[in-house]
C-alpha cells in the first residue's frame, strides 16, 4: 500500500521515462544467511557481455551501441517485428494506455531480453516480459 501512495505522488510523465519497475521483496534472514543458488556475477557478466555485442552488431550500421539509444523510427521501420510477435504489446497499449514513449521503451527492453536469451530477435515471450517489467510498479502487470 506504502509502494502505491508513492507511486501515486509521481507524474505520470515522470513515470513514463522510467524504462522497467521491478518489486523485489525483502529476504528473511534465513534467505540471506542461505548459500544463493543463482549465476555466480562472473556467469551474468559474461552474458550480458555477450548480448551487449549483440546490440552492438546489430545497430552498428545506424552508428548506435545500445538498445537503449534506437530511435523510435527505427523500431518501428528497419526493425519491425512481426505482426504475431507485436500482438501481445498492441493489446497491451490499448488496455494499458501506453503512450508512444511507452510502446517503444517496450520494444527496447524486449530487444535486450532477446540480446540475453541469444535470440536473433525478440520473440512473443521477450515482448510480454517486457510489458511485465515496464508495467510492473503500476500494479498493471505482473
Not at 529476504?27 to 546490440?55: D, K, Q
Not at 545497430?59 to 545500445?66: E, Q
Request: hydrophobic residues 40%.
Amino acid at each position: 500500500m506504502q509502494r502505491r501512495r508513492y507511486l501515486a505522488r509521481l507524474s505520470g510523465p515522470l513515470l513514463d521515462r522510467i524504462d522497467m519497475q521491478l518489486f523485489v521483496p525483502q529476504l528473511s534472514a534465513r534467505e540471506l544467511a542461505g548459500r544463493g543458488t543463482g549465476e555466480s556475477s562472473a556467469v551474468v557478466a559474461a552474458r550480458v557481455g555477450e548480448a551487449r555485442t549483440a546490440a552492438r552488431d546489430r545497430l552498428k550500421r545506424w552508428g548506435i551501441g545500445t538498445n537503449a539509444e534506437v530511435p523510435g523510427s527505427i523500431l518501428r521501420n528497419e526493425l519491425r517485428l512481426l505482426t504475431a510477435t507485436l500482438a501481445g504489446l498492441n493489446r497491451a497499449t490499448e488496455s494499458l494506455r501506453l503512450s508512444a514513449r511507452g510502446y517503444d521503451r517496450v520494444l527496447r527492453i524486449a530487444w535486450s531480453i532477446a540480446d540475453l536469451n541469444s535470440h536473433a530477435c525478440p520473440t512473443s515471450d521477450d515482448v510480454d516480459v517486457a510489458i511485465q517489467l515496464r508495467q510492473h510498479g503500476k500494479g498493471d502487470v505482473g
